[in-house]
């Protein structure tokens, strides 16, 4: 079965979200098999936003994302990575329509509430350097 890496970023748990994001998940069908709060630091955020260290936002990106716990997930099920993408939305707050997560819930492009996978590929790694072996 697909795995995708879903993570549910600090504002998301400061604005007491969190129970309402996971339920969309649920409710959807996908099977939560793994999930965990931890505190992240500047190191793993190089590794998972390698894409992005050279973009000019990437310090602020470091300072949201260790502003506070994050909530890590595996989320399985038929075509999950594709999923959990259209349940998120796109990344940009104003592009994101009503009914998705960051179109209910995000008004900024830095606090967007949620992470998940966007290849098969990246879903391994990221599952691997968050979870380890799971
Ligand atoms: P996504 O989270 O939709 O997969 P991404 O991987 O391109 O998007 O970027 C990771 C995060 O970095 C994104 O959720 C928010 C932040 N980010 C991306 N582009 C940004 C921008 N132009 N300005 C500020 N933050 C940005
Ligand atoms: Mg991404």
Redesign the pocket.
């Known amino acids: 079965m697909e795995r995708s890496y879903v993570m549910l970023k600090p504002d998301a748990c400061e604005r007491k979200l969190i129970g309402r994001i996971i339920s969309r998940i649920e409710d959807k069908g996908y099977k939560i098999t793994n999930m965990k709060m931890m505190y992240l630091n500047e190191k793993i955020l190089r590794e998972h936003?390698a894409?992005?260290v050279d973009?000019p936002?990437f310090p602020?990106?470091v300072e949201f994302m260790t502003s506070g716990p994050v909530v890590g997930m595996i989320v399985e099920g038929e075509d999950v990575i594709k999923g959990i993408r259209i349940l998120?939305g796109?990344?940009n707050w104003y592009e994101a329509l009503p009914g998705t997560i960051r179109g209910d819930f995000a008004n900024t492009?830095?606090c967007?509430l949620i992470?998940?996978s966007?290849s098969v590929e990246s879903a391994e790694i990221e599952i691997k350097r968050f979870f380890g072996n799971a």
Request: charged fraction near 10%; charge should be neutral; hydrophobic fraction near 25%.
């Open positions: 936003y894409h992005l973009k936002f602020n990106l998120m796109p990344t492009t830095t967007n992470h998940g966007d």
